[in-house]
Nanobody, 125 residues
Framework: QVQLVESGGGLVQPGESLRLACATS????????IGWFRQAPGKEREGVSCISSSDGRIHYADSVKGRFTISRDNAKKTVYLQMNSLKPEDTAIYYC??????????????????WGQGTQVTVSS
């Protein structure tokens, strides 16, 4: 049974950092695509970053390039999202997702069948 559990969210001030973690179980992380998504109130869920299973290719949304870093620890079965220089517009519920999809479209929600429950990130002064 595929399970994804996000953690690490919280309330921070603009300019601060957070590291989110996505603990996985029930599948071999080495063979699955992992994506981070976020959804702000009243907005559609959007792709933030994703990492491929095979060659470690990474994609970022333009809005987070240079500030966020995705990484994967296969031994710990965990995927991380390091978020630096946070802005109020980064406020959202952050989700991780997985499937055996295409890395070229890995920022698209339709590539994923399995989702975590989400963790709230609030950036406010």
């Amino acid at each position: 049974q595929v399970q994804l559990v996000e953690s690490g969210g919280g309330l921070v001030q603009p300019g601060e950092s957070l590291r989110l973690a996505c603990a996985t179980s029930g599948f071999n992380l080495r063979y699955f695509l992992i994506g981070w998504f976020r959804q702000a109130p009243g907005k559609e869920r959007e792709g933030v970053s994703c990492i491929s299973s095979s060659d470690g290719r990474i994609h970022y949304a333009d809005s987070v390039k240079g500030r966020f870093t995705i990484s994967r620890d296969n031994a710990k079965k965990t995927v991380y999202l390091q978020m630096n220089s946070l802005k109020p517009e980064d406020t959202a519920i952050y989700y991780c997702a997985t499937d055996q999809g295409r890395v070229d479209t890995c920022l698209e929600t339709y590539e994923y069948s399995f989702w975590g429950q989400g963790t709230q990130v609030t950036v406010s002064s």
